[in-house]
């Protein structure tokens, strides 16, 4: 009974949760909550009486394009906010908003691909990682030490954590090698770390911020 | 050698993102991130040399000038990266090493290729009906003909590399004379 209804419902409002994404997200905690999951196929017979199985696989290809595009600066990294920013920036004038909501179910879909789409999680900061790679708890410590200033030295990490010298140069060699930090040799002594994602993320924030 | 800046495109020049990323100043040690920064150096110099109308760098005195010195970021690129990336540009036949040989301190920026600078100049004399006439190198790129066109003001050196282009593509005949403005040449079909 219940199942009609929302079908119905879901019908008669169709326009509504393609171009409201508040509405969209209400709706879709309803079906979850009644037991109904709109995305689990494609081709399912909810997901296209909700209109959006083409949305979210339109949305999941255009994830997949930025982050292929900037993989070799980021290593694969990038933080949500500015895939939202990149998204909403893309997408051409009169197609549906898309807000954070969308992203992460968008994700969720590509999880099957190799790639290895997923949400990860650095302190507050919220990235969307694009490569198969397992960050060590090591890396994902450092990470977060960083999250704010989005660089480090070698020595922030000792007075941090207490590392001995190795297990520093370990860690933060593999950041390197993954392509997720970028050296900054301007003090020799003591060069920075940077990662690319933390900063790519400040820099369009207030490009946006003053371009508006 | 000159270095005019006479058609300069209107407005500041845009610079990228990566350019205020402190470490986008350093030769990154990973080699498939370096690739990544080399090629955005490259796009950078090009399309930087081209909206100022620059045409040539001495590489001791450009890594103080932006656009290898970001002042508000306080970094400069070290003069062997830049050596590295004008290697690659001649690689792509977007530079030439002047000046000693082998001593790589000096070099034109041809972010137009000569082919293309040369192209442009013959279809004008074609428009202009001006094969067959002797001008002087100068009075080509510097004349009243010559206003509004691309190449008016063109830098010598780079204005140089095009009529010899010209000249072995059996198109032109350059004439000597006492210096690169006096010497004269003919277009021809």
């Given amino acids: 009974m219940m199942k009609d209804n929302l079908e119905d419902f879901v019908r008669e409002h169709q326009r509504d949760i393609r171009n409201n994404p508040a509405f969209r997200v209400q709706v879709q905690r309803m079906c979850q909550l009644i037991g109904v999951d709109p995305l689990s196929s494609r081709k399912s017979y909810m997901s296209e009486l909700l209109g959006v199985g083409d949305f979210y696989c339109e949305l999941g ?61 650095f302190g507050k900061r919220k990235m969307v990682q694009s490569v198969a790679r397992e960050m060590n708890s090591d890396q994902a410590k450092v ?23 190795d297990r520093i140069h370990s860690c933060v060699d593999d950041m390197l090698r993954s392509g997720i930090v970028w050296m900054d040799e301007y003090n020799e002594a003591y060069p920075e770390y940077w990662v690319m994602a933390f900063f790519s993320q400040l820099n369009s924030a207030l490009t946006m911020a003053n371009a508006e | ?23 986008f ?77 082998n001593a790589k301190d000096s070099c034109l920026v041809l972010w137009r290729k000569p082919e293309v600078w040369a192209s ?18 100068f009075e080509l790129a510097n004349g009243d003909d010559a206003v509004g066109q691309e190449f008016h003001n063109l830098d010598s050196v780079t204005l140089r590399r095009a009529l010899d282009v010209l000249q072995s593509q059996g198109k032109a005949q350059l004439f000597v004379g006492t210096s690169d403005e006096d010497m004269g040449v003919k277009l021809f079909v």
């Fill in chain 2, 1 to 23: 050698m000159s270095n005019t800046t006479a058609a300069a495109t209107p407005g500041a020049f845009q610079f990228p993102e990566i350019y205020n990323f402190p470490p």
């Fill in chain 2, 120 to 137: 442009m100049i013959y279809q004008w004399a074609n428009e202009r009906g001006l094969f067959n006439t002797v001008l002087t190198v």
């Fill in chain 1, 61 to 121: 290809i255009q994830i997949i394009d930025i982050c292929v595009a900037t993989r070799s600066i980021n290593g694969g990294l990038m933080d949500l906010d500015e895939l939202l920013r990149r998204l909403i920036r893309r997408r051409l004038k009169g197609s549906e908003p898309v807000v954070e909501d969308d992203i992460r179910r968008a994700i969720s879909q590509l999880k099957p691909l190799k790639g290895g789409y997923k949400i990860v999680c």
């Fill in chain 1, 143 to 165: 990470m977060t030490l960083a999250q704010y200033t989005c660089k480090f030295t070698m020595e922030d990490v000792r007075v941090a954590f207490g590392w001995d010298e």
């Fill in chain 2, 25 to 101: 100043f350093t030769r990154q040690p990973n080699e498939s991130t370096w690739q990544e920064q080399r090629r955005q150096w490259c796009d950078l110099i090009l399309a930087y040399y081209k909206h100022n109308r620059l045409y040539s760098l001495t590489l001791a005195e450009a890594i103080t000038e932006p656009p290898f010195t970001n002042r508000q970021i306080h970094r400069s690129l070290r003069v062997d990266v830049l050596r590295e990336l004008v290697d690659d540009l001649v690689k792509q036949g977007n530079a030439s090493w002047t000046g000693a040989k």
